[in-house]
Structures are given as C-alpha cells and as structure tokens.
C-alpha cells in the first residue's frame, strides 16, 4: 500500500513538474522575446554632425550668385543661389575636416576653402589636408580639389584668381615647423604631382606674412609676374611663371636692428622697355624706403643663375616715416610718391636718381590712392592721386603735372566732417564714387571724383558697415546687431530704409539666376537665419525668410 | 542589411528558439483571442465532459457528436495541465471562445535610415500601441481576425543645437492568422497595410520661430508572434474574459518622404517663410510589440 503510494506520489509529482514546465515554457519564451527586444531600443548611433552645434567660427561670404557660408562644425560650404522668385536654392558642398580659412576671389567668382584635416591622423580613413574650390555662379558647384601635404592655415588669393599660397600662420602649431614653407596651387590647371608645389623659402630668421602678386611685368627675359613676399625682416621673389625656380631673397637686415617691411609697391615702368620695372618696399619707423630696380643678370653670371632677372637694392631716404607708397607719373616722369604725414608732405622721389622734392600738403595725410583711371590725367598724362586721413577732417585731390618752381600742379584740399578711416570703390558705372567711412560709424561720405563733391550720409548707429553693390548702383549699409538695412541709390542718394525681423550680421547682393538681383542678409541667431529681398526694389512684402537653414540643406 | 539589424535579429532568433514545440498530447488548449460563433454550439456540452485531444483538434461541429465522447472526472487537479492526464482526472473543456480582443502595448521600430538622425540620438522608436481585433473565421486551432492599430509616438532629440521632435501617427488595418497549439499559447502571423502621418518640429530659440513639417506616407508591417493567457475571469468553460501578454517581431516598410520645414503661420502672419529642408526619412525598419490585451 505504502509502496503504491509512494509510486503514486512520484507520479503526481513529476506529472506537476512536467505541468510546471510545460506552463513555464511559453511563459519564457513571451518574456525573453519581450526582454531582448527591449534591450534592442537604445542600440545605435546617428551622424555626429546632428550633436555639433552651430559654431561662432561659421564664415560668411558674397560671390557673384550666391551667399556662401562655410560652416565647420557640418564640414561643407552651403552655397545659396536665388531663383527669379526670390526663393533659395540651396547648395551644399563638402570641404573637409578641420576648416582653415576661407576666401573668395577678387571679381567673386570662385571661393577657396582650406582645410587640415584631421590632425593627427590615425587610421587609413582620417582626411588629409586640403584645398577646395568652389564656383561662385548662380550654379555652384565644386571644381577643384588639391591635396595638401601638410595641414596649414595661412591663405592668400592672386587677385588675378591665377594662384593660391598656403603659408604657416600664427595659429598653427605644429610639433616641428618650418615657418617658411609655401605651397603654391596653380588654380588654373588640377591637381598633379606639380601642383600645389610646395617650396621653401631662403629665410635670414623670419617668416612670411604678406603677399603681393604683380601684374604682368616687363621684366629681362619675358613679362612675367612675380610673388613679392614679406617676411618679418626681408622679401622675396617668385617667379610665377616658373614657380619650380629657386626664389630671391633680398635681406634687408644688415646691422643689429631688423627691418620690417610693412608694404609694397610695384611699377613695370615703360611698358616697351624691360629693365625698368620697380619694386618699392616700405619699413617699419624707418625713414627710408628700398627699392628694388629689377635689372638683367650681369653678364658673365646668366650660367650661375636661374634667373633672367635680378633686383638691385637702392636705399631712398624720404625724409620722415612713410604711411603709404605709390608709383606716379608726373610731367617730369616716373616718381615713388610717399605720403610723411609727420611733416605734412606728399615727397615726390626720383628713383632712377633718389633725388626727391616735396609737395607740401598743409595738413598730414595716411592714405594715397590714384585715381587717374577715373578723373582723367593732365596734360602730359600725369597722374592724380587721392589723399586721405584717419586723423584729420581732410581729403586732397594733388594734380601730379609739373608748374614751374613746383613738382605738381595743384593740391586741391576738401574738407570733410569727420576723418576718414578708409575708402571704398564703387564698381561701373559709379567708377567715379567712392565711399568714405568716418572712425565713429556713423558718418559716411560719398564723395564725386569728377566734381569733387562730397555727400555727406548719416547714420543713427554707430559700427554702421557700408557694402558697395557688384553692379555699382547702389550700397547697401547696415549696423551689427541692428535690424535695419538701408539701400543707398548712388545716382540719387536717396536712403530706403527696411526693418527686418533679426539683427544683422552680414548683407550680400548677388546675382539671380534670371539675371536680376537679390540681397541676402543673414540674421547671426540660432541656427542662422536668411531674408531675401529683391536688391533693385527691397520690399517687406515680397520678402522671403529662412529660418534655421544650417540645421538643413545637408 | 547590415550590422545594425544584428541585434534584432540575435533577438528573433532567442525567442523562436525557446517557444516549446505543440504536443498533441496536450489537452486541448483554451480559446485565443479569436473566436467563432460555430465552436459555441461544441461549448454547450455537458460541463463535466471534455473533448479528447484528437475530437479537439477535428473540431466537432454538431453537439450530438461532441456528446458522444464522454469522460468521468473523479478528483480534478487545476494545478496540472500535463501531456497525459493523471490517473483518474477528467479533461478540460475547451473554453468559449472570444470574438472580440483589445490590447494596449508598446511597439518599438529600429529605424537606421539617416533621416531619423535629427530626431533620435539612437535608432529605436517607440509607440504606444492601441490595437481591435474581431475573429470573424474560427477554426481549431487556427483563426483568422480583422484588427486595427493606432500607434502613437515621439522622439525627440537636438539637432546642431535646435529641439526637434518627430511624431508619427500610424492607422494600420490588420489581417492576422492564429494558431494556438496548447491552452496558453497561440502564435500568429500579421500583415498591416497602414497610413503614416508624420510630423517634425523643430524649435529655434534664439529665432524665436518653430519651423514644421507635416507629410503621409503608406507603411505595410509583416509581422509574427505569441501570445500568453495569464489569465482569465469567469467560468473555465465560458471566460467572461481573458487576459494575455503578447509579443510580436517583424519588419515594417514605409515609403520615403521629404521633410521641408518652415513656421507654422496663421492668417494674420504677414511674413513669408522659405522651406528648410531636412533629410528625406523612411521610418522602416525591425519592429518589436510587445502587448496586454483583453479578449471578450
């Protein structure tokens, strides 16, 4: 009895079991579905450009078509052209990591962006340094890229559009660094195993830090333009027409004291003739200018030298500091003009002698700039330069012809409300206009080359920027942080003033794609916002606003 | 496919694995969510008789045969529910069976298109889900029911430093297929054409502005599953309700569509807004739900 019981017992209790299990098996199975399903939810990751926020070091810049701007933190250039209805057409091109600089070229057709990449670079996948360039159309589209060998930040662009150079700049920091090291990049022709062409310069101990590319010179073996570049205490020339060829460097330090060039100026004398051309370099608290005659290689040495060419330095002592250079005509010939404010005299210097006379001005003047192309010469083709001051409530016309007893013609001063602290052009057809903007930002002036009038225009905030329109019909002006933006009729000088909705960081009038004009302020919030207006009739009413356009258009 | 669907997949296998096999030494099993109005007729059989497996699984019509096929139950144990009968204990009755089945659960979509970046900082999306379903063909042990969903969900995430959300309302209609090879168990099969309203916002503080993107587009889920009786409430043979724990894996494709932004304006705005264009999204992708329904 006791025996079938307990068989019994066994019985029900592993039947339970099996019950049991039985029971638990789809319980399982439910729960470990549900289970790891859930731990499934927080896998996976997004882009990381989606966590990067809008950095302050977003660039902005006009080209032809479009507004460009280049924003770091997503590693492209957002290029925005404007279709007839004043609605964008938004363009996104990558650039690269680690964003270095970025720069349009003169006549804003093509934007050049360099960039390091990554920094260091680890693994296969890791960008290298690099140059884009973009087409400022009203198509934008990137049409060249060169790689870098190194990841540098200084960039300087010919102003004929031709070259790029790629220097060291103070921000970068490398472990070893030579400060002399340039890479030129013909932007003409592609990539190639000769193009970017890094050189290194012969240096006396300093680096480089400005760029001048000439015109066309006349110069003993053939017109050719040449690279000026200023270091801390020298300059150096390039070829550009071989850049493969070792430069010349002329040391201007020959004693204790460096001197620091701290501009140039260039003349290609007569056009027929090939050894007159000049270079002018300006120094730093020094008296005296060095100009460099650029002459043929002395005969005998053409087989030790690479070069055609080679500069001869003059010392041409100007009686003072000079603020600025210039090259002029006069009746009596090519001059080096040089402004000395210090003594209130324009010294007019004979570089083929370095005999120089004075020009006395009556008030002290910083700036010169010709302005023959637009005024007309005098009689003998003389030149007629424009004066002006950051300093002083004056500007001066100086005929550059010679009266007798006096180097020049005449010294027509005019005076104005405030100083000028500087001067901008004004495209054709207003070639004749330029714009004169006071220290304080708020007093403008535009001023008329061929009746030598100046307008005075005001505005009721101050850090108020002026922007000449590409087509020369108007200029558009507003303040930083100000809402409000002006268009200045240059015919009529009639102001139209607009509100927008935001302040303003930057304004560019560029070109639609039906051939009109459209203005494109951009709005420094957020993720940036854009208003469009029609630049030739700006309404509120047909105005059109983006909003938050970098956290799109990828 | 790739790497991202690794996880989802590992997932579907674990629980496919574990679901025990059907034995057709199980008694019958207990009506599913589905029900029919034929197996009623089966139901009013005497309370103390219960079906033989093989009568269960052949689905008897008529009561007069479902009356012939009697067993005594002597001591009966609710705790067992073993592959054979215990000496002496009688068979369940097969339970009434529901028509109509509720549920309220949670559905969680992997999506991995880059569009859903700006929304989510990872790839799963969840819903709540609210689910109908009326078993209009009830066999033994396969049905056939016709449901609807809505299924409701946000993510929200920063993108470039602005607050975005994503919201997407999913109407679906459903045709499911079950079989339920032990009491407590029914596994399914689902297909769920649906229409998908989706909306972006994105909130740009210092513009003051939150820019909108409201589009539709089609989504089809295939999806499969098991369902779990925890319980029910009334008489064993006739539950007034049942409760159950659902979970289903499966894929849903969804079509792609732009998201153009710009403010939301009302009629008195007098300004003209532009569109911001985010990334296209296909919200498609794994998809798990999990559920707790009700069937009456």
């Given at each position: ?46 882009e990381e450009v989606w966590?990067r926020?809008v950095g302050?070091s977003v660039a902005l810049m006009g080209l032809r078509g479009a507004a460009a701007i280049v924003d770091p933190e997503a590693e492209r250039a957002l290029l925005f052209p404007v279709e007839?209805?004043?609605?964008l057409a938004p363009v996104s091109i990558p650039i690269g990591r680690g964003f270095a600089a970025a720069k349009t070229t003169?006549?804003r057709e093509q934007l050049i962006v360099l960039s390091r990449g990554d ?8 960008q290298g340094p690099s140059m884009v360039v973009i087409g400022g159309g009203t198509s934008p589209v990137a049409t060249a890229r060169y790689t870098l ?6 960039l300087?662009i010919?102003?004929?559009s031709?070259?790029a ?20 990049i013909?932007l003409?022709?592609p990539g ?316 560019f009038?560029v070109e639609?794609r ?6 494109i302020?951009v709005?420094?919030?957020?993720a940036l916002?854009l ?15 983006y909003?938050?356009v970098l956290v799109g258009e990828f | ?113 880059e ?45 470039r ?115 911001v264009r985010l990334p ?17």
């Amino acid at each position: 009895m006791s025996a079938a019981r307990t068989r019994d017992a066994m019985l029900a209790t592993s039947t339970r079991f099996r019950a049991l299990r039985t029971a638990l098996a789809p319980s399982l199975a439910v729960t470990s579905l549900a289970v790891t399903s859930l731990a499934t939810f927080g896998c996976g990751v997004r882009e990381e450009v989606w966590s990067r926020p809008v950095g302050a070091s977003v660039a902005l810049m006009g080209l032809r078509g479009a507004a460009a701007i280049v924003d770091p933190e997503a590693e492209r250039a957002l290029l925005f052209p404007v279709e007839r209805d004043l609605t964008l057409a938004p363009v996104s091109i990558p650039i690269g990591r680690g964003f270095a600089a970025a720069k349009t070229t003169r006549d804003r057709e093509q934007l050049i962006v360099l960039s390091r990449g990554d920094v260091p670079r680890r693994t296969a996948g890791d960008q290298g340094p690099s140059m884009v360039v973009i087409g400022g159309g009203t198509s934008p589209v990137a049409t060249a890229r060169y790689t870098l060998s190194d990841p540098l930040s200084g960039l300087s662009i010919d102003p004929a559009s031709t070259f790029a150079v790629v220097y060291p700049s103070a921000s970068d920091s490398s472990f070893v660094q030579n400060p002399n090291e340039l890479v030129l990049i013909d932007l003409t022709k592609p990539g190639g195993p000769e193009n970017p062409l890094p050189t290194s310069l012969r240096s006396f101990g300093g680096r480089p830090k400005s760029f001048t590319f000439t015109e066309p010179l006349s110069l003993p073996g053939g017109s050719r333009r040449l690279l000026v570049v200023e270091t801390d205490r020298d300059v150096a020339l390039l070829d550009l027409s071989e850049p493969a060829k070792p430069e010349i460097t002329v040391k201007l330090t020959g004693g204790p004291q460096a001197l620091e060039p701290v501009g140039v100026t260039v003349s290609d004398g007569e056009p027929e003739v090939d050894d007159d051309a000049r270079i002018a370099v300006r120094l730093k608290d020094d008296p005296n200018v060095i100009v460099l005659d650029l002459l043929p290689t002395p005969a005998g040495e053409e087989s030790a030298s690479p070069h055609s060419f080679r500069p001869t330095p003059n010392i041409v002592y100007v009686g003072g500091t000079p603020t600025d250079l210039a090259f002029v005509r006069t009746d009596g010939g090519l001059r080096l003009a040089a402004l000395v404010p210090s003594r209130g005299v324009l010294t007019l210097v004979d570089p083929a002698t370095g005999i120089g006379s004075d020009v006395e001005l009556g008030a002290p003047y910083e700036r010169i700039s010709i302005v023959t192309d637009v005024v007309g010469g005098t009689t003998n083709g003389s030149d007629v330069a424009l004066l002006w001051s950051g300093s002083s409530a004056n500007i001066a016309f100086v005929q550059l012809g010679v009266t007798v007893g006096k180097p020049y013609k005449s010294v027509e001063p005019l005076e104005l409300a405030q100083p000028v602290s500087a001067v901008l052009d004004v495209p054709a057809p207003n070639s004749h206009l330029k714009i004169l903007a006071a220290p304080d930002g708020r007093s403008f002036v535009v001023l008329n080359l061929l009746s030598r009038t100046a307008a005075p225009i005001l505005a009721s905030e101050g850090g108020t920027r002026v922007t000449p329109a590409p087509d020369g019909a108007r200029a558009w002006m507003f303040a930083l942080s100000s809402s409000s933006v002006a268009l200045l009729d240059l015919e009529s000088l009639h102001p139209k003033n607009i509100v927008l909705s935001y302040p303003i960081q930057d304004v560019f009038d560029v070109e639609r794609r039906d051939g009109g004009r459209a203005l494109i302020a951009v709005h420094p919030l957020g993720a940036l916002g854009l208003t469009v207006l029609d630049a030739k009739s700006p309404s509120l009413e047909t105005a059109i606003e983006y909003i938050a356009v970098l956290v799109g258009e990828f | 496919m790739n790497r991202r669907h690794a996880p989802l997949l590992a997932t579907a296998l674990l629980g496919l694995l574990s679901i025990s096999r059907p034995s057709l030494a199980q008694p019958a099993a207990e009506p599913t969510l589905s029900a029919t109005t034929d197996s009623r007729e089966a139901a009013t059989a005497p309370a103390s008789a219960v079906l033989d497996q093989s009568d269960a699984l052949t689905a008897p019509k008529s009561p007069a045969v479902a009356a012939a096929v009697v067993a005594t139950r002597s001591a009966p144990d609710p705790a067992i529910d073993s592959t054979e009968p215990a000496p002496g204990t009688a068979r369940k009755e097969r339970p009434v069976p529901h028509l109509i089945a509720t549920e309220i659960g949670l559905r969680m979509t992997y999506i991995v298109h880059e569009g859903f970046d700006p929304y989510a900082e990872k790839n799963g999306y969840g819903q709540v889900s609210l689910a109908g379903a009326y078993t209009f063909w009830q066999g033994t042990p396969i049905s056939v029911a016709a449901g609807a969903e809505w299924n409701f969900g946000v993510a929200r995430a920063e993108a470039r430093g602005d607050a975005t959300a994503l919201t997407i309302h999913r109407l679906a209609a459903s045709l499911q297929v079950r079989y339920a090879p032990v009491r407590r168990l029914s596994m399914f099969a689902k297909l769920a054409p649906a229409a998908l309203h989706i909306r972006g916002d994105i909130e740009d503080i210092e513009l003051s502005q939150t820019l909108e993107a409201r589009t539709w587009t089609w989504a089809l889920d295939a999806t499969g599953g098991a369902a779990l009786l925890l319980g029910s409430a009334g008489r064993d043979d006739r539950p007034s309700a049942s409760f159950w724990f659902s979970v289903e894996l499966g894929y849903s494709f969804a079509g792609e569509v732009e998201m153009m932004y710009r403010p939301d304006s009302d009629e008195d705005e007098v300004r003209h807004f532009g569109d911001v264009r985010l990334p296209n999204i296909r919200p498609s992708g794994f998809l798990n739900r999990f559920a707790f329904g009700v069937s009456f």
